[in-house]
């Protein structure tokens, strides 16, 4: 069965470091997202791509985040200069179409020191 | 806004008990609704969804939910719950009109005790 399959599983980083969250989502599928859920909360929406675009984003995807699908396959989250705050349980999801049901990776723990 | 609310944060049973985890949904339109489940370790896997058609869908693993359009609700239940139903389980609703954006509860952990 397809699967939406994230790198690295877990992740350390400094404060104000860059980090790049890898996905490669479900290969015939056209939209593609990042969630996350920092520990103990719910899981909130990042943002959406669709047709090599944003089509939507929340208020948390500020200038220091940015996705890129750099070669039909990958889908990265780049956080410019991590902070504390950004530790959390980052998710990728794929889906055929929007509004359908969305297949998620098993997520990235993403740990700011 | 679009919101999701689950009643039960943390819901403990023993085998062979009932469940029923409330979600409530706020969005005047047509909406899609999901159960998700994670199991530890694992990712998000869906449990089941409402699109149209009956309101009463069943899923995986024995679950089912019900749609009701006038309470706004889309509630988890499983008649005999199982160890290995320990589990989160997440609500999460699909906004006709978004362009992509799942609105997730906060979630409910569920531990059954054998």
């Known amino acids: 069965e397809p699967e939406v399959t994230q790198t690295p599983s877990h992740q350390v980083t400094q404060m104000g470091q860059e980090v790049i969250l890898r996905c490669v989502p479900i290969?015939?599928?056209?939209?593609f997202y990042w969630y996350r859920q920092i520990l103990g909360q719910k899981v909130e929406f990042l943002v959406s791509?669709?047709?090599?675009?944003?089509?939507?984003k929340s208020e948390i995807f500020d200038d220091q985040f940015s996705v890129e699908r750099p070669d039909g396959s990958n889908f990265t989250l780049k956080i410019r200069s991590t902070k504390l705050e950004d530790s959390a349980m980052y998710f990728c999801?794929?889906?055929?179409?929007?509004?359908?049901?969305?297949?998620f990776g098993q997520g990235t723990r993403l740990t700011v020191v | 806004a679009q919101s999701v609310s689950q009643h039960n944060h943390h819901v403990i049973l023993s085998e062979a008990a009932s469940l029923e985890l409330g979600c409530n949904y706020s969005?005047?339109?047509?909406?899609?609704l999901f159960w998700y489940v994670q199991y530890p370790g694992q990712h998000l896997q869906l449990l089941l969804k409402?699109?149209?058609?009956?309101?009463l869908v069943k899923g995986i693993k024995g679950f089912e939910a019900e749609f009701i359009k006038s309470k706004f609700s889309f509630n988890l239940r499983k008649p005999s719950v199982q160890w290995s139903d320990t589990a989160e389980y997440f609500c999460?609703?699909?906004?006709?009109?978004?362009?992509?954006?799942?609105?997730f509860g906060q979630g409910t952990t569920l531990q059954v005790k054998p």
């Open positions: 999801a794929s889906s055929r179409q929007g509004e359908t049901e969305a297949f």
């Open positions: 290969s015939n599928h056209l939209y």
């Open positions: 791509f669709y047709n090599n675009e944003i089509s939507e």
């Open positions: 969005y005047g339109g047509t909406v899609n």
């Open positions: 409402y699109f149209s058609g009956d309101p």
């Open positions: 999460a609703v699909w906004g006709s009109g978004n362009t992509g954006k799942l609105i």
